[in-house]
C-alpha cells in the first residue's frame, strides 16, 4: 500500500499535470480530475457526465475512447478527429481502463497519447524539423519576412547567393537591404496587384537584388503574401539566381557568332584559294613572257621601265595569292614547339627598319621562359606581321607600339597583347574587321585580308583572337595560343 506521502506526492504530480486528465465510471461519471481541468475547479465536475462537462452533449461522444476501451477491456487510441488539431480543443482520445483484478473500475481518459512514440508535441516538432529542413535544403532561395521587413527564413540557397549567413539575415538585415532602391516597394505594389499572378501573388518576376558585397545579381522572383484572418502578416519570396542562365545564353550567343564567322571564312577561303589557282597559272605567263619580251627585245627605255611595272605589278598579284592560299590554309601546315617570343624578335627585326616605323615607339614586355606553343613558324610570322602593321598604320606612322606576351593563370594560354596609340576601332567598323576583303584604306593600300588570315590562323592553332578599341585612344589586339605543359624555354622552330 502506498503511504501518505507518496499518495500525496501522486496527486501532486497528477495536479501539475498541464493535460486533460480524468478518471470515469463505466457510467462516464467523472470520479476524480486534475485539479483544474477545463478551467473548473475539479471538485465542481466530479460525479457529472464526462460528455457533458466537457462538450456539453447529453450523450457519450462519436469516438470516445472510454466506450471503446470498455468493448475492447484494452488501452485504445481513437484516431484524432481532424479539426481537434488546436490544442485547446483536444478531444479525450486516448482511454485506458482501471481494474480490479476481476472487473473494470473505472476508465482514465486522456487529450494526450502516451503509447504512441513521442505524443503530440514531438509529433509537431518533429513536422516542424522536417519543414525547416526542406526549406534549408531548397534549391531556390526562400527568404520569408514579417511585416515590418525583418527575416524570418532564410535558407541555405539564399545564404550563397546573397553572401550573408542565415544569423546575419535573421539578426542584422531587414527585406529591403537586399533590393535595390525602391525595389522593395515595387515587388511589394506588384504583390497586392491582381496582375501578376493575382492578388497576394507575384510570378516570374526578373528583378536585380543586392548580395552582401553590393553587387547586383539578376534573379526570378515568385513570391507571395501571407494572411491570417485576411491580414497581411508576412511575405514568402523564393529567388532564382539568373547568372548562370544568362551567361550560358551570352556564351551560346557568342558561339553563334563564331560559328557564323568561321562559316563565312571557310566558304570566302574555298572561293578565293579556288581563284588563287586559277589565277596562278595567267601570272605565272604574264610574268614569264614580260621577262622574255625584255631579255630578247631591244627596247626604248621608256619601254622597258613599263615592263618592269608590268612585272613588279605581275610579283605584287602573285603576293596577293599567296595570302589568299595562306588564307584559306591552302599552303603547307607544319606545327612545332615553338617559342611565342622568338617570332615577335624576328617579326620585329625584319619591320623596324622599316621608314613607317620611324617616329613609332616600340615598347616590348615578353615574359621570359614563355611556355613553347605548338605552331607554324610562318604562319606566326604572318599573323604577327599583319597584326602588328595595322597598328602602325593606323598610327599613321607616329605613336606607340606595345607588344606584351605572358602567360594567363585562368585557361593556359601563351597570350599576346599587341596595342597601339592610333585612333580605334569605329563601333561600325569593328563587326567587319575579320572579314576577308574588308578595308577602310584607299584603294590599292589595303586589300582586307591582313586581319581574316591572322583570324584563320590563330583558329587554326586552337586560339582566339579578341580586339578592344577605344577611340582616340588605341586599340589592343589579344591572341591566346594553348601552350604545351611540358616544354619551357627556347625556340626549337629552326628559325
Ligand atoms: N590597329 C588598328 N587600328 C585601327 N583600325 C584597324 C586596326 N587594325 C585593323 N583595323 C581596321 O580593320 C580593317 C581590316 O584590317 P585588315 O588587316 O584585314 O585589312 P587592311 O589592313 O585594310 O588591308 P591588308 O592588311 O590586307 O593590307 C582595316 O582596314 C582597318 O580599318
Ligand atoms: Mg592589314
Redesign the pocket.
Known amino acids: 500500500m502506498r503511504k501518505g506521502l507518496e499518495k500525496e506526492t501522486l496527486i501532486k504530480a497528477i495536479d501539475a499535470f498541464k493535460r486533460r486528465f480524468i478518471v470515469v465510471s463505466p457510467e462516464f461519471k467523472i470520479l476524480a480530475a486534475k485539479r483544474e481541468t477545463s478551467g473548473m475547479e475539479h471538485s465542481a465536475i466530479l460525479g457529472e457526465y464526462c460528455y457533458k462537462v466537457f462538450y456539453d452533449r447529453s450523450s457519450p461522444c462519436e469516438n470516445c475512447a472510454v466506450e471503446a476501451s470498455m468493448d475492447k477491456g484494452k488501452p485504445i487510441l481513437m484516431p484524432k478527429p481532424e479539426e481537434s488539431l488546436g490544442l485547446n480543443e483536444m478531444p479525450c482520445y486516448y482511454a485506458y481502463p482501471i481494474d480490479s483484478g476481476e472487473e473494470i473500475e473505472a476508465f482514465v481518459s486522456m487529450d494526450f497519447d502516451i503509447p504512441t512514440r513521442g505524443g503530440i508535441e514531438e509529433k509537431l516538432l518533429w513536422s516542424n524539423a522536417f519543414l525547416r529542413n526542406l526549406i534549408q535544403n531548397s534549391v531556390a532561395c526562400v527568404i520569408a519576412a514579417d511585416k515590418k521587413g525583418k527575416i524570418l527564413i532564410f535558407n541555405k540557397a539564399a545564404e550563397k547567393v546573397f553572401g550573408y549567413t542565415e544569423d546575419q539575415a535573421l539578426n542584422d538585415i531587414y527585406i529591403r537591404d537586399i533590393y535595390p532602391d525602391k525595389v522593395e516597394y515595387e515587388v511589394m505594389q506588384k504583390l497586392r496587384s491582381e496582375e501578376y499572378g493575382g492578388k497576394g501573388r507575384l510570378r516570374g518576376y526578373t528583378v536585380n537584388i543586392l548580395n552582401k558585397d553590393g553587387e547586383a545579381v539578376p534573379i526570378n522572383l515568385n513570391a507571395s503574401i501571407i494572411y491570417e484572418n485576411e491580414n497581411e502578416v508576412a511575405t514568402i519570396g523564393f529567388f532564382h539566381d539568373l547568372r548562370e542562365e544568362l551567361r550560358m545564353k551570352d556564351e551560346l550567343a557568342k558561339t553563334q557568332a563564331q560559328l557564323i564567322q568561321a562559316e563565312k571564312m571557310s566558304s570566302v577561303g574555298k572561293l578565293a584559294a579556288g581563284v588563287a589557282h586559277q589565277l596562278n597559272n595567267p601570272l605565272g605567263g604574264i610574268t614569264l613572257f614580260t621577262k622574255l619580251v625584255m631579255e630578247e627585245y631591244d627596247l626604248e627605255e621608256g619601254a622597258k621601265e613599263d615592263l618592269t611595272r608590268v612585272l613588279k605589278d605581275a610579283e605584287r598579284c602573285r603576293n596577293i595569292i599567296r ?1 589568299l592560299l595562306e588564307f584559306s590554309r591552302q599552303t603547307r601546315d607544319l606545327k612545332q614547339p615553338l617559342n611565342v617570343n622568338t617570332k615577335i624578335t624576328r617579326t620585329m627585326f625584319l619591320l623596324e627598319d622599316q621608314a613607317i616605323f620611324q617616329n613609332i615607339t616600340v615598347e616590348k614586355d615578353l615574359q621570359s621562359s614563355l611556355p613553347h606553343v605548338i605552331a607554324d613558324s610562318q604562319q606566326l610570322n604572318h599573323m604577327l606581321m ?2 602588328i ?3 602602325v ?2 598610327m599613321e606612322e607616329k605613336g606607340r607600339l606595345t607588344i606584351k606576351s605572358y602567360t594567363t593563370a585562368e585557361n593556359d594560354k601563351v597570350r599576346i597583347e599587341i596595342s ?1 596609340t ?4 569605329p563601333e561600325d ?1 569593328m563587326p ?3 572579314e576577308p576583303f ?4 584607299e584603294e590599292g ?10 583570324y584563320s590562323i590563330v583558329e587554326n592553332h586552337g586560339g582566339s583572337i579578341i580586339v578592344k ?1 577605344k577611340l582616340g585612344k ?2 589592343t ?1 589579344i591572341i591566346d595560343l594553348p601552350y604545351t605543359a611540358t616544354s619551357n624555354g627556347g625556340d626549337k622552330s629552326g628559325d
Request: proline share 3%; glycine share 18%.
Open positions: 595570302e599583319n597584326i602593321l595595322n597598328a598604320q593606323a597601339d592610333g585612333p580605334g576601332i567598323v567587319h574587321i575579320f574588308f578595308t577602310t584604306k593600300e589595303g586589300t582586307g585580308l591582313g586581319l581574316s588570315l591572322a578599341s588605341g586599340t589586339f
